[in-house]
């Protein structure tokens, strides 16, 4: 089963992928998808309010990110990780539960990157937000570091975030039955 949509000018199918025996969602992955990535980037860009920097969370907002970064000229983005690094020099954590990801997860961000954000205005960008969970944390980390969060943006909203009036983005996305119809 797939789930066709047009995202800023481009026509894909994304495959319905089970969540529960009640619910399905349409996998997005931009890995691997430039085309599909560099059209969101610019699609994104137009709507975008002023920012100084963009952060996302790891792994599939990195793409996003960095292709915002480059058509601006911008020449630094900011990754929330997954797990700490060897080359952090101290870390900043929260915790995150997204409808994706079996466990509860962590997200670090190094205090270089805080320092970079502090006192400025910060862009979150995702690929899809669905519960916010993710927005969430990378908001409480933004904030622990001393920046200002100046928008939230995702190329697809899911399920409830569609009906958010804090994020921006570029289409809708249903959740879906095991039938493959819409849920209601």
Do not use: W
């Amino acid at each position: 089963m797939f789930y066709p949509i047009n995202i800023a000018g481009l026509d894909r199918k994304l495959p319905l992928c089970r969540v529960n025996d009640d619910l399905y969602i349409g996998a997005f992955v931009i890995f691997g998808d430039p085309e599909l990535t560099t059209a969101s980037a610019k699609a994104l860009l137009e709507k975008a309010p002023e920012y100084d920097y963009i952060i996302t969370a790891e792994a599939k907002g990195i793409p996003l990110a960095h292709e915002m970064a480059r058509l601006t000229g911008n020449s630094y983005y900011i990754v929330a990780r997954k797990k700490p690094k060897l080359y952090m020099t101290k870390v900043f954590e929260t915790t995150v539960k997204s409808i994706t990801t079996a466990d509860e997860q962590k997200l670090y961000l190094d205090v270089k990157d805080a320092e970079i954000m502090k006192g400025k205005k910060i862009l979150i960008v995702d690929d899809v937000a669905s519960t916010g969970a993710s927005l969430v944390a990378v908001e409480q980390l933004v904030s622990a570091a001393g920046g200002e969060i100046c928008g939230k943006m995702a190329i697809l909203a899911e399920g409830d975030a569609i009906a958010r009036g804090d994020i921006i983005y570029l289409e809708p996305l249903p959740l879906f039955n095991a039938d493959g119809s819409v849920k209601e």
